[in-house]
T-cell receptor, first 110, second 117 residues
Framework: LAKTTQPISMDSYEGQEVNITCSHN???????ITWYQQFPSQGPRFIIQ???TKVTNEVASLFIPADRKSSTLSLPRVSLSDTAVYYC???????????FGAGTRLTVKP | GAVVSQHPSRVICKSGTSVKIECRSL??????MFWYRQFPKQSLMLMAT?????????EQGVEKDKFLINHASLTLSTLTVTSAHPEDSSFYIC?????????????FGPGTRLTVL
């Protein structure tokens, strides 16, 4: 079971870059790392996924070091609408072991 | 692409009644779907893993006779909360994992708010 650990909360200001790190020391060889964003009373929304090194899409970047024991979600130039809870999920597809950690509550201030 | 729907989005029922929640993958096939429950200010709690054509796998502490799961097709899974009580009031979220991908990407539905009076 690849348990994840994230900071409980983070504060930022509009226009800043935000980096949220997730620790997953027990990650298995075949596990991918996926980040989700959740607003109140909504289902989580897929942000980005990676296996190793760096992945970038139109909304975020994901940095994964060579040992894959952690990952960092980078949100460039956040806005007030990025205030949400962010979860990293490291799942075992074979065993269907999908458990969410506590997530990081990001608050973006004006 | 990769859209998951849930129905209903909100339901209020009397104690003792049963409530069925549907989860559909609209544009992809999903042999595996997951059901989560989320209480206010808390993370998602995995309740069960739903597999098309076979019995669901329940997490420890989740009563399989109370939370009936049926995954009759590659695009539909249902969760029935039987004899609901106020303590079952929660936000129920499903997710579907797209078949054929190496990665274990889950796509989530919008959630169903259940209130038991």
């Amino acid at each position: 079971l690849a348990k994840t650990t994230q900071p409980i909360s983070m504060d930022s200001y509009e226009g800043q870059e935000v980096n949220i790190t997730c620790s997953h020391n027990n990650i298995a060889t075949n596990d991918y790392i996926t980040w989700y964003q959740q607003f109140p009373s909504q289902g989580p929304r897929f942000i980005i996924q990676g296996y190793k090194t760096k992945v970038t899409n139109e909304v975020a970047s994901l940095f994964i070091p060579a040992d894959r024991k952690s990952s960092t979600l980078s949100l460039p130039r956040v806005s007030l609408s990025d205030t949400a809870v962010y979860y990293c999920l490291v799942g075992e597809k074979v065993n269907n072991d999908m458990r969410f950690g506590a997530g990081t509550r990001l608050t973006v201030k004006p | 692409g990769a859209v998951v729907s849930q129905h209903p989005s909100r339901v209020i029922c009397k104690s003792g009644t049963s409530v069925k929640i549907e989860c559909r993958s609209l544009d992809f096939q999903a042999t595996t779907m997951f059901w989560y429950r989320q209480f206010p200010k808390q993370s998602l709690m995995l309740m069960a893993t739903s597999n098309e054509g076979s019995k669901a796998t329940y997490e420890q502490g989740v009563e399989k006779d109370k939370f009936l799961i049926n995954h009759a097709s590659l695009t539909l899974s249902t969760l029935t909360v039987t004899s609901a009580h106020p303590e079952d009031s929660s936000f129920y979220i499903c997710s579907a994992r797209e078949d054929g991908l190496a990665a274990d990407t889950q796509y989530f539905g919008p959630g169903t708010r259940l209130t038991v009076l």
